[in-house]
């Protein structure tokens, strides 16, 4: 009887110790994960901090130095190029390995095949929109430039270097948690890094829903309400400048612009759209506005806030290059930094550069659609997707026309991006295979002047971006540049015909033709993502772009500004003025002193006092931006709703509608048409909206008090994990600022990077940091360590050395990298 106990023990003791080693479907093995010796416990180890003084590695050339300082940022001294980017790589990937992956896995659609069902339609739309297929053919294109193929694979070496390296108990803790282990790095992945920052700063169209309104209200309301220049507006290209070039033809206006949507056309279900609003900053001071004589550069990229960060910094030297800033987890080089001489920063233009067209095909096999009056072929490829916990592949057909992919065939409340037209072809510039955008920061990087910052800028292609620039040499400049195509007035601001050869993408404007100005007489450059030039510019680059609040304040601030100095421009970094509110809250106050009942308000009272500045503590900011979104509810969701089901519309702009407020009190769009008996008034809906507002605030927060309305704890900022791993991320960071301040930060978006450059004939004086740390370890004292500094709106000094022997007491640690 003893024996068969044993036995039976034996085998249960043996079954849950296999059970424990193997995943469960999307569940890990759990006896592996929860292992002291090698499970995630490992993850809170120290040492994993800092490499080992002395490695050898297969694959440098000579041997490098890294220096680390007490950010734990490395400053890496190569001999040579290869073993700069190779060492560069293998850092990035023992601080961001998972990070790396993640982001290659979900611009490939992929990531199902880690996390199972749950992103099977995120995968799909980044197959079916092409990007995958897209950097293939980028790579292949782009590896015929001997540099561009180069520093490539010095860089994927030194990635694969760290994961050959690499055992189980040693693994970023999210491979232990979602079971998966790193695949060997290519080339080929850092181009599909590029492609996701393709996608989020220029993956978006307003084409669906802009021709939903054309169908219902016909051209003349549209041009009133959506029109293709705003009345309130301070261009990135100063007012006067003149263009120093002589434009090509401009393609003529077809007689028909548009296609014609038939209802079983439209997509249904809440639909995502493309948000200018999230944006960033840049500007320089020239030396007649600078404390010092020489220019001074500022930029803060915003982006969706995230653990791990975005960003990652580090120097790199060698003979050809010392260059410091901000480096994007998965790519060589610097993409936002500065060197000896120069400085530069960038910000996202916004212009229309993704167009749907209305496909005729010719049967439901989709094998040919008409086009200039003859049938042509589809193209055709199948998409094979691996999902965690399935036992078999699931198979995905996706036709593309010479327009680009048909990224919908069927309407479905499963697909993932509801803003994309079901049976229509999508015409994106991220499929443009001739972008070798790494090598512009590569000339960057090693840029001495005005002249090398414009040669850099001739290899950019997307997403088009505004590179800010200074130099040592009394040079500042701005210019919006990317690959833009040539288009006559409104081609894609609705949907086209994709049978009219008209409609197509006719060329690109010629780079040396994009905006751009060198030391303008204001004394500054600066851009905050708003219309690239007035209407005398000569193309057209699209018709939104972000709201110009945030332009105005920094211009308006940069104009008074003389003897410019550091901490002047980080304070501007962190201004929190609301322009807004200066321009419509005294007009819809005065329409609520009206009613003396309004008066008594203690909301009333507070906005009545509020200093217009949406700082952290101030109720008068949570007041104003709840009411400012109510009321355009109010006005707008009746005639274009965002959320119908079957043809959702997009609202006009805020600045459309305080020119109705201002200019237009009359105005029909102020009635409710579902109030049948009862005709609205700017005055009634004025009111409503802000008794609605109170009403919302008061049922979520309690009475108004200056605790529990504070702007801050009603905004929220949070820094979510990548992945959404509870317990990895920050929540709750006290700060101001909002989507149109010039500290614009959100509940989840804001600056991702803040960095001030004081231009030296010497060496130049930097600062700089990001809402995260250097490391992607959790458990890493750097891991999250500059997020409060950065909610104060503070700067850290960042270490520019000269030499791998320069003394300073902020170095923590060195390491020797030579030759296995």
């Known amino acids: ?55 050898q590695l297969d694959g440098v050339q000579d041997e490098v130095n890294v220096v680390f300082d007490d950010n734990r940022v490395p400053h890496v001294f190569a001999k040579n190029d290869h073993d700069a980017y190779f060492t560069q790589g293998y850092l990035m990937a023992r601080d961001r390995l998972w990070q790396m992956e993640f982001y290659t896995l979900a611009a490939s659609g992929r990531l199902a095949e880690v996390v199972g069902e749950r992103a099977l339609e995120l995968d799909r739309y980044s197959r079916r929109m092409g990007m995958a297929d897209a950097a293939k053919k980028v790579y292949e294109n782009g590896k015929t430039n001997k540099i561009f193929d180069e520093v490539l694979n010095a860089y994927a070496a030194g990635v694969n270097a760290y994961i050959k390296q690499l055992k189980y108990k040693n693994l970023p803790v999210e491979y232990k ?12 992945k850092t181009i599909l890094m590029m492609m996701n920052m393709r996608n989020v700063l220029n993956g978006g169209s307003d084409d669906f ?24 507006e301070s261009p990135i290209i100063p007012v006067g400048t003149k263009w120093n070039f002589t434009p090509v033809p401009v393609p003529a206006v077809p007689a028909q612009t548009t296609a014609t949507l038939s209802t079983s056309e439209t997509v249904a279900f809440d639909v995502p759209q493309h948000s200018p609003e999230i944006g960033s900053n840049n500007w320089a001071v020239g030396g007649e506005k600078s404390a010092t004589g020489l220019p001074i550069l500022a930029n803060d990229p915003h982006l969706q806030l995230t653990l791990p960060s975005i960003w990652y910094q580090m120097q790199l030297c060698t003979p050809t290059m010392n260059v410091y800033g901000a480096c994007l987890p998965g790519a060589p080089g610097v993409v936002i930094g500065f060197n000896k001489d120069v400085a530069w920063g960038v910000t996202n233009v916004g212009s229309d550069v993704m167009d749907f067209y209305q496909i005729k095909f010719k049967d439901n096999t989709k094998k040919e659609y008409w086009y200039n009056d003859a049938w042509k072929p589809t193209s055709m490829r199948i998409e094979e997707f691996v999902v965690k916990g399935r036992p078999e592949s699931l198979k995905d057909t996706v036709y593309s026309t010479h327009h680009g992919p048909i990224v919908y065939n069927a309407a479905s409340d499963k697909n993932f991006n509801q803003n994309v037209p079901v049976g229509h072809a999508m015409r994106w510039v991220a499929h443009e295979k001739e972008g070798t955008d790494l090598m512009a920061f590569y000339y960057l990087n090693r840029a001495k002047n005005y002249d090398d910052y414009r040669k850099a800028l001739t290899y950019y292609v997307a997403p088009a971006q505004n590179f800010v620039f200074a130099s040592n040499q009394n040079d500042i400049s701005i210019t919006p540049n990317g690959k833009l195509p040539l288009k006559w007035k409104e081609q894609g601001k609705f949907i086209m015909d994709g049978s009219n050869p008209a409609h197509d993408w006719q060329g690109w ?46 211009n308006e601030r940069l104009e008074r500004m003389q003897k410019a100095t550091v901490d002047s421009l980080r304070m501007l970094q962190n201004d929190n003025f609301n322009v807004e509110a200066r321009r419509i809250l005294p007009v819809l106050m005065k329409i609520l002193n009206a009613d003396s009942s309004e008066t008594k308000n203690p909301a009333y009272q507070t906005l009545a006092k509020w200093n217009m500045k949406n700082d952290a503590n101030e109720v008068g900011a949570t007041i104003f931006e709840r009411w400012v979104k109510e009321l355009r509810y109010t006005v707008f969701d009746d005639e274009f709703p965002m959320k119908d089901l079957k043809a959702p519309m997009t609202y006009p702009s805020r600045n459309r509608m305080w020119d109705m407020v201002v200019k237009e009190p009359t105005a029909k769009w102020f009635d409710n048409v579902s109030t049948k008996n009862k005709q609205e008034t700017l005055q009634d809906v004025v009111k409503q909206s802000f008794k609605a507002s109170i009403d919302s605030l008061t ?19 949070d820094i979510n994990h990548l992945g959404r791993l509870p317990g990895f991320g920050r929540q709750d960071i006290p700060n101001g600022g909002g989507a149109g301040i010039v500290n614009a930060t959100t509940e989840l978006n804001g600056p991702s990077w803040r960095m001030v450059v004081q231009l030296d004939k010497g060496w130049p004086k930097a600062y700089g940091l990001y809402p995260g740390g250097q490391s992607g370890n959790p458990a890493s004292p750097f891991y999250d360590n500059m997020i409060d500094k950065w909610a104060k709106g503070e700067l850290n000094e960042l270490l520019f050395m000269k030499s791998k022997d320069e003394k300073s007491s902020r170095i923590s640690g060195t390491v020797k990298i030579s030759k296995k």
């Open 1 to 55: 009887m003893k024996l068969v106990k044993f036995i039976i023990s034996l085998l249960a003791a043996a079954g849950l110790t296999y059970a424990l080693n193997r995943p469960l479907g999307p569940v890990p093995a759990l006896g592996r994960l929860f292992s002291p010796f090698e499970g995630f416990w490992q993850n809170g180890e120290s040492k994993l901090d800092l490499p080992p003084t002395d490695l």
């Open 177 to 188: 948690i979602i079971g998966y282990q790193p695949e060997e790095w290519s080339p080929y």
């Open 209 to 232: 829903r802009m021709s939903n309104a054309l169908s219902k209200y016909g051209m003349e309301v549209v041009k009133d309400l959506f029109p293709n220049y705003p009345s309130n």
């Open 509 to 554: 404007i010629p780079v040396d033709q994009n905006p751009t100005v060198k030391n303008p007489p204001r004394g500054f450059v600066s851009s905050a993502n708003q219309f690239s030039a007035d209407p005398t510019y000569p193309y057209y680059l699209g018709w939104r772009f972000a709201p110009s609040e945030r332009a105005i304040r920094i």
């Open 699 to 717: 049922q979520k927060l309690g009475p108004m008090n200056a605790e529990t309305w504070a702007w801050n704890k009603v905004k929220s900022t």
